[in-house]
């Protein structure tokens, strides 16, 4: 048996329910959740854009400061994760007092922002700062992370005029080695760093860039863990014996 033919207006409005209908389930389904960013440390760094997002962990730092005061005049590594992962810094320059206050995926500009609270408050003798790829990463010019490298600077001296900071390079990590664009963009803002490093007192530029190529101008994938970014134990010792003298 055939069914009657729906007229005009009654297949309107059955197209009308249909819709609204999606439309309630649409709205009673919940949100679908966005892929945690992780930290190289694997924890989730807070949603959201700009150095808030940092908070949670700065926080800790504070609250670690606050039940073991680490010494004054200490050598500060602050960065991303490459500066994070360096857990055993403190080995490399036993001389030297090490405070660690690396925290993965950190900015330049997170660093200069929260330098109130993770820098200033320990009145470092020298500053390893090893940041700035994450912002040319993040779509940021050399140019304006040349800025927030000055600015950094210029923040420390104001409060510690005699503190020594030295600028690490960007290495020129596997992934850009093979994407010339990527790999241009990273010798400018290591240029660039390293004008504002000569221009400033008590401020050096540290070229890890050079340090991890081969004979033939190539990266050297050992220098490397698996992800080719992040430094392997031969890629630290590497940048160890480019620091200890300066140390």
Not at 64 to 84: C, E, Y
Not at 99 to 108: C, E, Q, S, Y
Not at 142 to 149: L, N, T, Y
Not at 196 to 220: P, Q
Request: glycine share 8%; net charge positive; charged share 25%.
């Amino acid at each position: 048996m055939n069914p009657t033919p729906l007229t005009a207006p009654a297949a309107k409005k059955i197209r009308l329910a249909v819709l609204v209908l999606a439309a309630g389930l649409v709205t009673a389904l919940p949100a679908a959740e966005p892929a945690s960013k992780k930290d190289k440390g694997g924890k989730a760094a807070k949603a959201g854009q700009g150095p808030t997002r940092w908070e949670e962990t700065i926080r800790k730092f504070e609250a670690t400061d606050a039940a073991t005061p680490p010494p004054k005049g200490a050598v500060l590594l602050v960065g991303g994760s490459n500066a994070r992962r360096w857990t055993d810094v403190g080995d490399y320059f036993s001389r030297h007092p090490v405070i660690n206050r690396g925290f993965g995926g950190a900015h330049l500009t997170d660093v200069l922002h929260f330098a109130d609270r993770i820098v200033l408050p320990y009145a470092p003798k020298t500053i390893l700062l090893n940041a700035g790829g994450n912002d040319l990463a993040s779509g940021k010019s050399p140019e304006q992370i040349r800025d927030a490298a000055r600015a950094f600077i210029t923040k420390v001296h104001a409060t510690l005029p005699d503190t020594r900071v030295y600028c690490l390079a960007l290495p020129p990590v596997l992934r850009a080695a093979s994407a010339p664009e990527s790999l241009a963009a990273i010798k400018k803002m290591n240029g660039l760093i390293a004008e504002v490093a000569r221009s400033e007192k008590n401020a050096e530029f540290v070229d890890l860039f050079a340090a991890f190529l081969d004979a033939e101008g190539k990266s050297r994938p050992e220098l490397f863990v698996e992800d080719g970014t992040h430094f392997s134990p031969k890629g630290y010792a590497i940048v160890a014996g480019l620091l200890r003298g300066k140390l």
